[in-house]
């Protein structure tokens, strides 16, 4: 074979796969963007009896007023204070974050609320597990120690528990919060904003519609605590080649409650905003810290959960049914597979199987296609002007989505359904009596966990009516 030879056929390589690939990558974003134009959020329930109650988890570090932030929202929330018991982890910090916690909760609080606090850094995943093992009620709230929270976020958060008993956890909304920074600095987050759109919230919508949701953010995120409760301790035990895993504990926790077969949904409507990096050098430095727990879905077999899916929704649409096929467990038949679920009893999809199909050759397409430009802009310019015109079209309509989503986000996440409005006069009954000194404080270390016990302190705050 001549070298002219050699150098068509490989030119004809790469044009073939840029545009298998191209296809692929076309396919699934009409598939995201067609679910993701169906999608709606579950309302909040207005009823107050029927929400359950909750552990707000905040860890912290050197993460100084903006965890105060935090914990304010949380107080300013619409959820029943008599139902939100709020867990603080300092894990260590070395500048003024625990005097920002203890001001945020203040000894007359009317909500209940436990500060804890390490004595040395002792990681994002054992600061959640020391949290984890203090709480104690139905539903788990994590959030960022920078994440502040709308007024009905946690209602929402918290509603599709109450409605599908199969929903192991629940994905926020997360926006960007200094997007209003003055010139240059407001630059690198808005786009980051329309990154969490395009690469986050678009696609969890897309994929709650079959539960499964394939990250839950530490950002904001809820979990059913009998759901989570068996993978708390694989947090600090879990290694890679021998060296304990330091990030991707949120995708950890979500390949848990997926293999365990429960519903993972997103809610549009529990928006949080989250402080973006105002740097080029410090958003690249995210990523990169984002990019270093993408190997916990191989590990964890997110390929087989989705070949399995993949699986089952044709196996179920053109071959006949099978007598003998196994039961489908729900989320409390525990006990007829020794304790854990084993069973998917998830609706079958084949959308997770795309995503890993276009993850796996998204890297090549884009070198391909930049080398294909390339060539392509050596021997014929025109058609490197044609592929930009098409970039302007495919930027232009992407950008009608992120207009979209952002008009339902400002419609949506400060409603509620059958939300009623308070009167004068209840609204003054409430605040006097919130004035009122009728409530106990009582101050004491832990005995669960004693302060001289693996470096924790331990400080709690009980209200009692």
Known sequence: MTASCFRATIGRLVALGTILTSCILLCNFLVVVARWAE???????????????????????NESEFVRNSISSVLSSDYPRDKVHIIVVDDGSTDDTWSHIQHALPPKSSTLY???????????????????????????????????????TLRNLASPFVLDSDV??????????NIQSQGWDSFIPRILDCLF?????????AQSKHGFVTILPGAISAFRRDAILPHTKALVDTRFLGRPMRHGEDVQLTMGLLRDGWRLKYQSNAVGYTVAPETFLKAFLMYVRWERSNHTYWMLGLVRLAFRDAARFFTQRFARPCSSEPELLLPGDLEKQGGRREVNARTPDYHPMLMIFCAGFANFSYLSIVISWLRGFYFSPWVTFMNLGCLVVFATWFSTLLLAD???????NMAVEGDVKESDETRLLRTEAESEDRTRKIWRPSPAISPSTNGIAVYENIAVF
């Open 39 to 61: 999608y709606e959020p579950i309302q909040g329930l207005k009823d107050n009896g029927r929400l359950p109650s909750i552990n707000v988890i905040v860890p912290a570090y």
């Open 406 to 412: 952002a008009l339902h986000e400002s419609e949506s």
């Open 114 to 152: 436990t500060t804890i606090r390490h004595e040395i850094n002792r990681g994002k995943r054992q600061a959640m597990v020391t949290a984890f093992e203090v709480a104690n009620n139905e539903i788990l709230v994590t959030l960022d120690s920078d994440t502040t929270l709308d007024k009905h």
């Open 197 to 205: 759109e395009q690469n986050g919230n678009i696609p969890r919508a």
């Open 168 to 177: 192991g956890g629940v994905a926020g909304h997360l926006s960007v919060f």
